[in-house]
């Protein structure tokens, strides 16, 4: 095969879910304009140490799925998609926290192409939204202190 048709797993990742959000923001701009608040975490990928020492710092976790649509239906309070292409897995730090977000009443879900996560989207996107409850506001915080 030649060197320019060879792609490295990671690359057809990025292209699946590229062509993912691309058919979120523009083909399903009309149907479900809530379609554009899926957004990605970009938890992954090679840094330097510096700056994957700083990213740790703030915040950064294991296992954090790839992308987010935080929007609550079908009684689930919002949706987790990890993009993988074959043969990958999930990291068992990507296994430990589907099952966190399953047990924590959000639906999560391994998805190996834009396809597949588009027809997972979709259906979520059909359910009916689950009522807003909201038990206490929190407390205003004062925009003066340091």
């Not at 009684?75 to 043969?87: A, D, T």
Request: glycine share 6%.
């Amino acid at each position: 095969m030649p060197a320019r048709l060879k792609r490295p797993r990671q690359e057809l990742e990025h292209r699946e879910q590229t062509h993912l959000i691309q058919w979120a923001d523009t083909v399903m701009a009309d149907l479900h304009p809530n379609a554009g608040k899926l957004f990605a975490i970009p938890n992954g990928g090679h840094r330097n140490k510096h700056v994957a020492l700083k990213l740790k710092e703030e915040g950064v976790r294991a296992g954090v799925l790839d992308l987010f649509f935080p929007e609550a239906r079908g009684g689930y309070f919002g949706l987790w998609i990890e993009m993988k292409v074959r043969p990958n897995k999930p990291s068992p730090e990507q296994l430990a926290r589907i099952r966190q977000h399953l047990d924590d009443g959000y639906y999560a879900a391994v998805c190996y192409s834009h396809g597949q996560a588009q027809t997972l989207l979709l259906w979520y996107l059909e359910l009916a939204p689950t009522p807003q409850r909201v038990a206490a506001m929190p407390p205003v915080l004062n925009e003066t202190a340091p």
